[in-house]
């Protein structure tokens, strides 16, 4: 069973920054895809940033230039450097990783979230 464990959540001021973490039991390597998702107060869940497992990047135009994702393989760990925080990127992050077996099946799993609530 895969788990995913975010960390990283808490209340900052407009301007500053916070570094989110996701933790994977076992290693991410196995993933062919990982992402960063997030869910403001009554709207839809959206994806902010994803990574492949070779490193290619991509970003919900909210966020370019202040968000950026990464992952150590090593430490089985994913990341989100989130920079210049505005009150808009208040929300429920969520990690997200794809798995695909041997016969192309598709699986995903989420973690269980941590909450960036950014203030004016």
């Known amino acids: 069973q895969v788990q995913l464990v975010e960390s990283g959540g808490g209340l900052v001021q407009s301007g500053g920054s916070l570094r989110l973490s996701c933790a994977a039991s076992?290693?991410?390597?196995?993933?062919?895809?990982m992402g960063w998702y997030r869910q403001p107060p009554g709207k839809q869940r959206e994806l902010v940033a994803a990574?492949?497992?070779?490193?290619?990047?991509n970003y919900v135009d909210s966020v370019k230039g202040r968000f950026t994702v990464s992952r150590d393989n090593a430490k089985n760990t994913v990341y989100l450097q989130m920079n210049s925080l505005k009150p808009e990127d208040t929300a429920a992050y969520y990690c997200?990783?794809?798995?695909?077996?041997?016969?192309?099946?598709?699986?995903?799993?989420w973690g269980q979230g941590t909450q960036v609530t950014v203030s004016s």
């Open positions: 076992g290693s991410i390597s196995r993933f062919y895809l």
């Open positions: 990574i492949t497992s070779v490193g290619s990047t």
């Open positions: 997200n990783a794809y798995y695909r077996d041997s016969t192309s099946i598709i699986y995903t799993y």
